[in-house]
């Protein structure tokens, strides 16, 4: 695996992904900054962490959306490169329009900040490829804004071509509403791209890795990645 | 000459804000208000131009930046 993470100012889970991506690779990330314009030679994976980006002003991504690096991870997504967006990260690419939607405010108004149960739908993907199909998780989230929502016909097109690959969910994987804790349609947490390349998720899998601090659930996304792109290369 | 761009959630777009702030106008008494949308208002001052460039220019600032189309709406208006 050869990551490169992008670092835009504001953003403050840069480290926790870049540790997270070392831990599973042996290989430390590239920290690519909001204005290059290029990602190193070699990168397979680009990750956008989580954090408040240009402070969320305007809306949630929007002016990282447009920053100039993300021609580049354009550019790299295109041509079937692997990018992963967390938190921020998923509302950039939403901003981007490299995945459909918006992330709007929890319905609740509050910024929740806690463990939650993620119910896995495919294990297909690049990204999900350490789980089964069906599997709960329980990974970290902290958003005020990861309310989900995208018009219906979008909603229906992400569910007839099964893009929908986190879903908020009780502990033994039933949908329920006091689970969809930001009332996010559908309870979708993540999704990818038509091509399957690109995923963005708003809890933080990089968080939960590491047996000393708890829960490792979140690792399974991560060595599947590692695994994928070793036997890619 | 100067401008100012309104974007505004489009209807159907929940607004979790403009309920909270319809709430707290009930709570304090002010009476008659049906429901309350929020929305932003930007104040420009155009460096020059023509009416109908300085016009096409906003419009390609709300599209590319000031709004979200998926779920806003926004209006140019040109002062004098």
């Not at chain 1, 397979?44 to 954090?51: N, R, S």
């Not at chain 1, 305007?58 to 690096?69: E, N, S």
């Not at chain 1, 079937?80 to 405010?105: D, H, K, W, Y």
């Not at chain 1, 939960?208 to 994928?228: I, M, N, S, W």
Request: a negative charge; aromatic letters at 6%.
């Amino acid at each position: 695996m050869k990551a490169a993470v992008i670092v835009f100012p504001g953003i403050n889970r840069e480290r926790d992904m870049a540790r997270t991506l070392k831990l599973v690779s042996d290989r430390e990330p590239a920290m690519v900054w909001h204005a290059d314009t290029a990602l190193p030679a070699g990168t397979d994976i680009v990750a956008l962490p989580g954090g408040f980006s240009y402070g969320d002003y305007l809306r949630c991504g929007a002016i990282a959306a447009r920053a100039p690096v993300m021609e580049a991870v354009r550019t790299f997504a295109a041509n079937g490169g692997l990018v992963l967006g967390v938190c921020n990260g998923f509302q950039i690419l939403c901003e981007a329009g490299l995945l459909p939607g918006v992330l709007m405010r929890n319905t609740g108004l509050k910024f929740v900040c806690r463990e939650v149960y993620l119910r896995v739908e495919r294990s297909d993907t690049p990204f999900t490829r350490g789980y089964n199909a069906g599997q709960v998780i329980c990974v970290p989230t902290a958003h005020g804004e990861g309310n989900y929502v995208a018009d219906s016909e979008t909603i229906a097109r992400l569910e007839g071509e099964s893009r929908v690959v986190f879903r908020y969910t009780a502990p033994d994987g039933a949908l329920a509403p006091e689970w969809n804790f930001n009332g996010a349609t559908n309870a979708i947490a993540g999704i990818v791209n038509a091509r399957g390349n690109v995923l963005g998720m708003m809890p933080h899998p990089e968080n939960h890795v590491e047996a000393a601090l708890g829960p490792t659930d979140g690792r399974g996304l991560f060595q599947g990645l590692e695994e994928y792109l070793d036997r890619a290369a | 000459m100067k401008a100012q761009v309104t974007v505004t959630l489009k209807s159907g777009i929940l607004d979790p804000q403009g309920k909270a702030i319809e709430g707290a106008l009930r709570s304090l008494g002010v009476g008659g208000i049906a429901s309350v949308r929020q929305g932003k208002v930007f104040d420009i001052e155009i460096a020059d131009g023509d009416r109908a460039g300085v016009e096409a220019k906003l419009r390609e600032a709300a599209e590319k930046l000031l709004a979200n189309t998926l779920i806003e709406n926004y209006d140019v208006k040109l002062i004098g």
